[in-house]
């Protein structure tokens, strides 16, 4: 790090610039810190993001929205740190990502509980300071992806999914054909179906809009050839 910070003010324009403003162009130590702990940083949220969200939902959106958001975070906590805002504006980011709410659409209750993680582990990644150990610092990560890894499992299990589906054998919406429809629809889904719901018909198409519950594990097992 020595050497680039050398080669660097070795240049014209990063040597007038570092002695008009009188700013360190690389600070070795501090460099190391940041591209590390971002590093760290970026392997807990993608792992809470791509493998205990995205694996169950499939909604690429909040995926993308938690990477970038847990990215932004981290880099504005680490470098405000430094001037001494600390704790002070960590309660200001939860206080507004905390209560965000687009303008096209309301966050989901788990979606947004998965984006206070995102942010606390972030923040918590960033101001973590000398006093508090890279081992601690470790477990803290470990002991959330953990929990939130049991509560989305216990979650998955318990909470239905479902799907709605235009069905055209309208013959077995009636009541006394309840048993051949879920069969059916069993067979051509490849999931095990909880309950059956059927909402608006169409005598003109012969069609249905069937809405189906299931578990979401189970539509993963579906999927294994």
């Known amino acids: 790090m020595t050497t680039i910070a050398h080669l660097l003010t070795s240049i014209p324009l990063v040597s007038f610039v570092t002695g008009m403003f009188g700013i360190e162009w690389l600070n070795g130590p501090d460099t190391l810190e940041l591209i590390l702990r971002f590093l760290f940083n970026l392997l807990v949220i993608t792992i809470i993001g791509r493998y205990l969200y995205y694996r169950i939902s499939r909604r690429k959106e909040y995926y993308f929205t938690y990477i970038l958001i847990g990215t932004t975070v981290f880099f504005i906590s680490f470098l405000l740190e430094s001037v001494k805002l600390e704790i002070g504006f960590a309660l200001g980011l939860f206080a ?70 235009i069905y055209e054998r309208i013959e077995l919406i009636k009541p006394e054909n309840y048993g051949a429809l879920l069969a059916d629809l069993e067979e051509r889904t490849g999931l095990k179906i909880n309950r059956i719901e059927v909402g608006d018909i169409n005598f003109l198409r012969d069609t249905a809009e069937i809405t189906i519950f299931y578990h979401p594990y189970q539509e993963k097992a579906s999927r294994k050839p």
């Open 96 to 165: 507004v990502f905390g209560i965000l709410r687009y303008r096209t659409d309301t966050i989901p209750i788990k979606e947004m509980t998965f984006l206070f993680v995102i942010i606390a582990i972030s923040v918590i990644n960033a101001l973590a300071g000398a006093e508090i150990s890279y081992g601690e610092l470790f477990m803290t990560n470990v002991a959330i992806v953990l929990v939130t890894w049991a509560m989305e499992r216990l979650w998955s299990y318990r909470q239905e999914t479902q799907k709605k589906i």
